[in-house]
Structures are given as structure tokens and as C-alpha cells.
């Protein structure tokens, strides 16, 4: 998800009438060998093993997290005190109790003219924006059901090495969050409409799966 993050800084000016022109000055990494060869690759100058590093820096403006849910709210929280704008993938937290908090947060940094954003990327998708914009011209009628599905097949395969998107103490709710978040915030973004209430039924297809040869696909990346 960095490396895709990172391409679309680089030309979102290429498609969009930017003010300023984004440079990624930094890439912070759990493994300073690994981060050191994926910003070579990446084409990134510098490198840190901290990402507390990112936030201090005062040349850094924007701070882009895409680690594992377990530390969005800390390195966001502190990157919104700092005075840095906050890119935050999906989902935003592990727990009900950390988005609050973080929503609080990006209240009080927007005060300061500190923005926040969130990683829901579909909302650029042209039929949605049509969607919406017919909704909102009332060409539709009044909206009484939305049905949305998000079909897509990682992780389906039962040979699938463990990650840790499937360790609920480091991705937190798994796929509901992770991909059911996009079709969430489309719906309510499309219609205009707060969900208010929820009934679901989930079921794990895939109880168990082998674990690759070493641990670091269990590891926390960096933003």
C-alpha cells in the first residue's frame, strides 16, 4: 500500500491541477535493510527506522500512514499535534474508542487549519462521483436501498500463508474493515445517508493457515 501511496503523490500533479507539487522526502520502515532497498527501488532519498521521525521533521508537512490499524491512532494523533496533515488508510482503527479519539483530534487540528483525510479511494471512481451527483440533483427519487458488494478473491486461497491482516490484535475487524469499510463510506457518501443501525452475519471460511519462514510478514510496516 506505500509503494501504491507513493506512486499516486508522484502523479496526482500530472492529472490534477495541483497548487503545490507533493515530494515524498522520507520512507520509514520497520527494518532498516529492507526500507533502505525499498526506497532505493521506490526511488526515495531518505529513510528512517522511527516514525516518530516523520512527525518531528519540520520540512515534513503531510505524514501518509499506511501500517497496520494497531498504530494508526498513535502516529496519527502525533503527527495531528505536530501540526502535520494526516493521510490514514482504512481502517481507521482497531476499536471504536481510538477513532473517537482520533476524530477528536483531527477536530481540534482542524482549528488550527491541520487537515485529515482517509484512504477511501473509490470516491474518485468517475460512476460513483455521477452517482452521487445524480442523487444529490434528486434524478433518482427518493433512496430507499442500497445493496454493495466488494468482490474480490486474496486471500481465498487456503494455502495462503498467515499475515498480519489476519491477526485481529494488528488488523483489527479483517475483512468487514478492511475492504467492507469502502462500501460503507460509498454507500453514505453516494446517498448522502448516515448508517444508524447494523445487523450482520460473518463467518470465517478459513480457520487455520501455515505459516510462512520467518515472521516478518507478521511485523508492523512504516508509513
Known amino acids: 500500500m506505500g509503494a501504491a501511496h507513493l506512486h499516486a503523490w508522484r502523479t496526482a500533479p500530472r492529472?490534477?491541477?495541483?497548487?503545490?507539487?507533493?515530494?515524498?522526502?522520507?520512507?520509514v520502515g520497520r527494518d532498516e535493510a529492507r526500507t533502505r532497498a525499498a526506497a532505493e527501488k521506490l526511488g526515495v532519498e531518505e529513510i528512517a527506522t522511527d516514525w516518530r521521525d516523520a512527525v518531528t521533521r519540520?520540512?515534513?508537512?503531510?505524514?501518509?500512514?499506511?501500517?497496520?490499524?494497531?498504530?494508526h491512532a498513535v502516529i496519527a494523533e502525533a503527527a495531528?499535534?505536530?501540526?502535520?496533515?494526516?493521510l490514514c488508510e482504512k481502517p481507521l482503527a482497531n476499536s471504536v474508542q481510538e477513532a473517537e479519539s482520533m476524530?477528536?483530534?483531527?477536530?481540534?487540528?482542524?482549528?488550527?487549519?491541520?487537515?485529515?483525510f482517509c484512504g477511501f479511494s473509490y470516491r474518485r471512481t468517475p460512476a460513483l462521483a455521477l452517482a452521487r451527483r445524480f442523487?444529490?440533483?434528486?434524478r433518482l427519487g427518493e433512496i430507499r436501498h442500497v445493496r454493495a458488494q466488494y468482490l474480490q478473491d486474496w486471500l481465498s486461497d487456503a494455502d495462503a500463508p498467515l499475515t498480519w491482516r489476519l491477526?485481529?490484535?494488528t488488523a483489527g475487524s479483517g475483512a468487514l474493515g478492511d475492504i467492507g469499510a469502502h462500501s460503507i463510506d460509498a454507500a453514505q457518501w453516494v446517498t448522502g445517508q448516515q448508517i444508524d443501525g447494523v445487523s450482520a452475519l460473518l463467518h470465517t471460511f478459513v480457520t487455520s493457515r501455515p505459516v510462512s519462514g520467518s515472521a516478518e510478514g507478521l511485523g508492523a510496516p512504516g508509513t
Open 135 to 138: 442523487v444529490e440533483e434528486g
Open 167 to 169: 491477526d485481529k490484535e
Open 80 to 86: 495531528l499535534a505536530a501540526g502535520k496533515h494526516v
Open 58 to 71: 519540520e520540512d515534513i508537512d503531510v505524514v501518509d500512514i499506511c501500517t497496520p490499524g494497531d498504530t
Open 15 to 27: 492529472f490534477f491541477d495541483l497548487p503545490r507539487r507533493p515530494e515524498v522526502a522520507l520512507l
Open 103 to 116: 476524530a477528536a483530534a483531527a477536530a481540534q487540528a482542524a482549528e488550527r487549519g491541520v487537515h485529515t
